[in-house]
Every structure is written in structure tokens, then in C-alpha cells.
């Protein structure tokens, strides 16, 4: 029962390149939310997709940054034109609603540790 | 707008013994969702316990519970016996159901050693 599969597990860009990061959600887990940690800090929201829909973007910076969960394959996070200061490490998280049924948790993947040269 | 506060930036307890971790958070909701997070070097986010705003027991979890003062709006957690295992981030987070979005809110983590 595998769970939420974040790639890759490391990514490497020069400034000015694009970085795209993926996410599968476990399983049965139809909607999606991407989180920013930046070093020595807590985990920020950025962005929360069900299939082919943003439902809520309150937390992408207004430029560079965009998100997808297409119908078919994994969602992704993309970052056009990086900066340093977008070094962080990006975590993807699902759920199998949307806490319709009280609250349940989110399942959180392993990270993408983003770093810009 | 929702927020989250961890006061204790890091904290070192000895094996076997009991330590508790702050948290307070403001809403104006009544209705929501608090949760515990694990986050050891690994950098895995691992949910260690979970409790209900309309809940008024303690939610429990083997040598994990909290104390959840609902009107304070405090929930602290209380690891015991604790082992070399638990050493990690430690993350409070919030999670609103009106708003329709059920993100989370985290707080900025306290940083647990445990000595042997």
C-alpha cells in the first residue's frame, strides 16, 4: 500500500532554469496540497488541488509559481525562472476527501529539498 | 486569520522521563481539527496524534497525549517514557473545516532531544 511518492527526492537548478516537482497521492486520495518548508522553519501552505481543479491558491507566490493535479498521472509544482530564496524543500500531502468526514488527516510525502546554484 | 504558536524553540529531555511540548493557536471558529506532527532528520512529516475541537476528552495515543484546553486555546502534547526515537521537529498544526479548504496551519516546530 504504497504512499504519497514525491520525485524526485532531490533536485538541483541553476537561476533562471525551471524546477518541476511531482506528486502521487496514495491511493484512493483525491485531493492533494503542496507545502513549503523553508530552512529552520514550519511547514507553509501554498497551494490544495482535487483532480483538474484549484480549489485553493491563497499561498503560491503570484508569479513563477503554478500547480496541476490533471485527471490522469501525478500532480506538479512548477517554478519558472528560480531564485535562490525558492531553496526549500517542498512537501506534497493527500487526503481521501476533503475532511468531509471530520477532519482526517493529511499524508504527507517525503520532500523534494530544492537547491538553487 | 487562523495562527499557531510554538514557544519552545528547542527542548532536551532524558530517556525514560516525561516532557511536554507547548502549543497555542487563535480562531474565531468553532469547529476544527488539531493535529501533531513528527518530523524526524529524515524529514518525514509523521502525524502523532489528532483531536477534535468538539471533543472535550483528550485524545490519546500509547505514550503520546495532549492536553487540549479548548476555551484557552492550548494543546500541548505529552510524550512518556520517552525514548532515543522521539528525538526530532515537533510541529503543532491547525486545520479549519468552514473555510472549505482544510489546509493546514503549522507552527514554526520545537526542536525535542532526548538524552540517554
Known amino acids: 500500500n504504497a504512499g504519497v511518492m514525491q520525485n524526485p527526492r532531490h533536485l538541483v537548478r541553476r537561476r533562471g532554469q525551471e524546477a518541476r516537482l511531482r506528486c502521487s497521492p496514495m491511493k484512493g486520495h483525491s485531493h492533494v496540497y503542496w507545502y513549503r518548508q523553508l530552512p529552520e522553519e514550519g511547514l507553509k501552505f501554498m497551494v490544495y488541488l482535487q483532480k483538474e481543479n484549484i480549489i485553493d491558491e491563497s499561498g503560491m507566490p503570484k508569479e513563477r509559481f503554478s500547480a496541476e493535479f490533471p485527471k490522469e498521472g501525478p500532480s506538479i509544482l512548477r517554478i519558472q525562472q528560480v531564485v535562490r530564496g525558492d531553496s526549500a524543500a517542498y512537501f506534497c500531502a493527500s487526503s481521501p476527501t476533503a475532511g468531509g468526514s471530520g477532519g482526517l488527516p493529511q499524508h504527507f510525502g517525503d520532500g523534494t529539498r530544492l537547491s538553487i546554484l | 486569520a487562523q495562527t499557531v504558536t510554538q514557544s519552545q524553540p528547542e527542548m532536551s529531555v532524558q530517556e525514560a522521563e516525561t516532557v511536554t511540548l507547548s502549543c497555542t493557536y487563535d480562531?474565531?471558529?468553532?469547529?476544527?481539527?488539531l493535529f501533531w506532527y513528527k518530523q524526524p532528520p529524515s524529514r518525514q512529516m509523521i502525524l502523532v496524534i489528532r483531536?477534535?475541537?468538539?471533543?472535550?476528552q483528550n485524545a490519546t495515543e500509547n505514550r503520546f497525549s495532549v492536553n487540549f484546553q479548548k476555551a484557552a486555546k492550548s494543546f500541548s502534547l505529552k510524550i512518556s517514557d520517552s525514548q532515543l526515537g522521539d528525538t526530532a521537529m515537533y510541529f503543532c498544526?491547525?486545520?479549519?473545516?468552514?473555510?472549505?479548504?482544510?489546509?493546514?496551519?503549522f507552527g514554526t516546530g520545537t526542536r525535542l532531544k532526548v538524552l540517554a
Open positions: 480562531t474565531s471558529e468553532s469547529n476544527y481539527y
Open positions: 483531536q477534535e475541537a468538539y471533543k472535550q
Open positions: 498544526a491547525f486545520m479549519n473545516t468552514t473555510s472549505g479548504t482544510y489546509k493546514y496551519i
